[in-house]
């Protein structure tokens, strides 16, 4: 089966889609050894050889476990920045937020090519937290915030709820708003005293610590559902 080269390319987690034509464009990529001179080249990646003449094009990607107390930004200007406990952190950026009283995994790249879909605002990826409340949640309480509310105009995705204990629960959502599920137990009477994102699409907490990470693949965060 024949594919077209940027999609090949794409599917091997070495770039994306428009980075693979422009690498083609830039004469850097070759086939079975000749140049590829043309975009929409089809190849058979079973049987075919690509190979990128690229020099520094190894990206870099962590998931880390944010401590509560650390920011997730790039700069200091507002408290510790979580890059700092990254090897290298130069060009670093995370994926999406955790606020500083959180905890929990966070996506770290230097990689820009990444779709911002996939995790945020506009995100349709599960994002899991374990959260303890000041109060016991109710069946009410859990059948509306499954719902989906509506904050500040904007309609909430349904989300899923299981409770552990009276008050320590699992929530796991599709959106990624500013402090969301914070703003959501406030609406219905509650307060959330401590949340930790376990797991976002495939990727979970593991054996993670506090200030720990570990590094992944392109193709690892590529495929996160």
Same mark, same amino acid.
Request: glycine share 8%; proline share 5%.
């Given at each position: ?50 190979t ?81 409340l ?12 499954? @719902?989906?509310?509506? %904050?500040?105009? /904007?309609? $909430? +995705? &349904?989300?899923?709820?299981?409770? #552990?204990?009276? =008050? ?30 376990? @797991?976002?699409?495939? %990727?979970?907490? /593991?054996? $993670? +610590? &506090?200030?720990?990470?570990?590094? #992944?693949?392109? =193709? ?5 559902k």
């Open positions: 089966m024949l594919i077209r080269i940027n999609k090949v390319l794409a599917d091997q987690g070495l770039c994306s889609r428009r980075e693979a034509d422009e690498w083609i464009a830039q004469g850097l990529i070759f086939l079975n050894g000749k140049l590829v001179q043309e975009l929409g080249v089809k190849v058979d990646p079973e049987l075919d050889v690509l990128v003449n690229k020099p520094n094009t190894v990206k870099r990607y962590y998931l880390l476990y944010k401590p509560r107390g650390y920011m997730s930004t790039v700069s200091e200007n507002e408290g510790l920045s979580l890059l700092r406990l990254l090897p290298k952190p130069e060009g670093l950026f995370p994926i999406g937020r955790l606020d500083k009283d959180s905890e929990g995994i966070i996506l770290v790249t230097d990689d820009r090519s990444l779709p911002s879909k996939i995790i945020g605002e506009t995100s349709d990826v599960e994002k899991e937290y374990e959260v303890f000041s109060e016991t949640i109710t069946p009410e309480s859990m059948n509306e915030i499954e @719902r989906g509310l509506v %904050l500040e105009g /904007n309609q $909430l +995705k &349904p989300c899923s709820l299981k409770q #552990l204990e009276p =008050k320590r629960c699992l929530i796991t959502i599709r959106d990624g708003r500013n402090r969301q599920i914070r703003r959501v137990f406030e609406r219905v009477g509650n307060y959330v005293l401590s949340l930790k994102r376990i @797991r976002i699409g495939h %990727l979970s907490i /593991n054996m $993670l +610590k &506090p200030g720990e990470y570990q590094t #992944l693949d392109r =193709k690892d965060i590529v495929t996160v």
